[in-house]
Structures are given as C-alpha cells and as structure tokens.
C-alpha cells in the first residue's frame, strides 16, 4: 500500500539520519561551561597553633567545565585559582600567608586544577581525580563533589547554568610549604563553592525550574 510504503521510506531516512556522522558529533558533543568568578570562591582551613582554625577564602577563580549530567564519567574541568586574593580577615595575616616562605603568590600567583578522570557515586554525586599544581608544585587531589543545580539561570540572560560545592584534604608539606610548623598545621581543609554558565545561547523556552530537588529561596529582605 502506497501509505505503508511511505511510512517505510520515513523510517528508514531517519534511521540513515540517526547513523550520520553529523548525528554522531551531536550526540557526543559535551556542552562547555565556563567559570563564574562572581559565584565562585574557595574556602581553606587550618590549624592555628592547636587553638584554632585559621579561616581564609580566595575569590575570582577562572576556568571551564565540560559536563553532561546523564555520564558524569565525561566531565572535564580546568580551574586557575589566583592565590593572590587570598584573604583571612587581617593585612598582616594575608601578608604572611602570602610571602614566599609560605604561598609564594609573586613568584607563583596561580594555583591551577585539571581534572584527569570522575567516578560517579550517584545522580548528583562523584569524585573528581586531578592535578593540582600549587607553588609550582603538582600533586593528584580528589575531591568529594555534589551537583547542587542544573538549570536555566532564573535571572537574564538566562544562561543554562551549574552549580557544585566541593571538599578535599591537603597536605601543605606535598607542596611543599614547610614553614611555621609550630604555628601552622600541616592539614588543609578546602571547600569549594562554584557556578558555570553554559556558553551557547540558552534555550528561551526552557522552565526555569531545577531538575534537582533544592529549598525554597530565602524572602527579599525588608529595606
């Protein structure tokens, strides 16, 4: 019958469509993110003569993140982190931690992450593998990730946009920053909080709704 002879030739050219290279690329294309600096900062950790926990905080981190949330296993992240901004609440403090017998940020003002492979745990859960290079030095980190959002951005331009916290420990010594031993400790808590925003035009049709489970936004405050 002339119908099922065209349903047929239908089926078959989306088919021969399905298998084209150009299909191929499409289907293996991972979408590119790039790194929100406003949203972005790193939080570190440590002890301060056993009494305390220094807290310090480092903002204005660069980078890209290729990511597709169905195979975390493809995901692919490049981070420079200016170690120079790095602030711990008090001149003399920042000056310290930032002169060469500790971070060194003149002689060495970045810290660069690259990842070389993800576990998923779960939906919204992995373990990134990487290289980190701090004061010229390079070691492999892991860090304990969560995907908190993936969504169109509620606010114009309504870029698609990720976010992620992130956790890991560091031995300061493998990076060689030896200095102070009997004021500072040697373990280092990091905690990351980070947004990147997809850098194709984002779909204007697409609910601005998140596609993970998230509470509900705080009130606008009162002027």
Not at 83 to 111: F, M, Q
Not at 113 to 120: A, I, L, M, N, Q
Not at 176 to 185: D, F, H, N, P, R
Not at 187 to 194: D, P, Q, S, W
Request: overall charge negative; cysteine-free; aromatic content about 6%.
């Amino acid at each position: 019958m002339p119908g099922s002879s065209a349903r047929r030739l239908l089926l078959s050219s989306l088919f021969l469509l399905a298998l084209s290279p150009a299909a191929a690329r499409a289907r293996d294309a991972l979408a590119e993110y790039r790194l929100d600096p406003v949203h972005t900062r790193v939080m570190f950790a440590i002890s301060h003569a056993g009494f305390s926990r220094a807290l310090g905080t480092v903002s204005g981190s660069t980078g890209t993140l290729t990511f597709d949330p169905d195979d975390w296993t493809r995901a692919k992240v490049d981070v420079r982190v200016p170690v120079g901004r790095a602030d711990l609440g008090d001149a003399d403090w920042n000056k310290a931690t930032l002169a060469k017998s500790l971070l060194d940020a003149e002689g060495h003002p970045e810290a660069r992450f690259v990842s070389t492979r993800v576990e998923p745990v779960d939906a919204t859960h992995a373990r990134v593998h990487g290289d980190l290079t701090l004061r010229g030095v390079t070691h492999e980190v892991v860090l304990d990730v969560v995907l908190n959002a993936a969504k169109r951005h509620p606010m114009p331009p309504f870029r698609r946009t990720v976010g992620f916290s992130a956790t890991t420990m560091l031995s300061r010594a493998d990076f060689g920053i030896t200095a102070w031993k009997s004021v500072i400790g040697d373990e280092v808590e990091l905690r990351i909080e980070a947004e990147a925003t997809y850098d194709g035009k984002a779909d204007a049709d697409a609910p601005a709704t998140d596609t993970l489970p998230s509470p509900s936004p705080p009130p606008e405050p009162t002027p």
